[in-house]
């Protein structure tokens, strides 16, 4: 049975390709590819409607299962690829392009 988790992040819309240009840059296959159970990943994006200046960039990643996926977070490969949250609060504030995110997670129906 596949497993597929998406992000969803409201974003404000002058970063909206830095930030899908982070997923695309971060997320590719030859950096996934010795991850056990990684099957793809994609990236959406749609301005919000009723909300000026505010956009969605949906990360949706496909797994061979649910376990792989909560390997792959307590891993050092997600590690050093969300290292940027870290060092983006430490030192001086700074405004987040950030509004908030929600994370699903789906089981395919076979």
Do not use: C
Request: charged fraction near 25%; hydrophobic fraction near 35%; glycine fraction near 4%.
């Amino acid at each position: 049975m596949m497993y597929i988790v998406t992000n969803t992040i409201k974003v404000k819309t002058p970063f909206l390709e830095r930030m899908t240009q982070q997923f695309l840059s971060s997320h590719t296959q030859s950096k996934m590819t010795d991850v056990p159970g990684f099957l793809g990943f994609e990236v959406f994006y749609r301005d919000v409607p009723d909300e000026a200046d505010v956009s969605e960039v949906v990360a949706l990643s496909r797994w061979e299962s649910e376990s792989d996926q909560l390997a792959w977070t307590q891993s050092d490969s997600f590690q050093s690829l969300h290292q940027h949250r870290k060092q983006a609060h430490e030192g001086k504030p700074k405004e987040s392009p950030v509004l908030g995110n929600t994370v699903s997670r789906y089981y395919s129906a076979e």
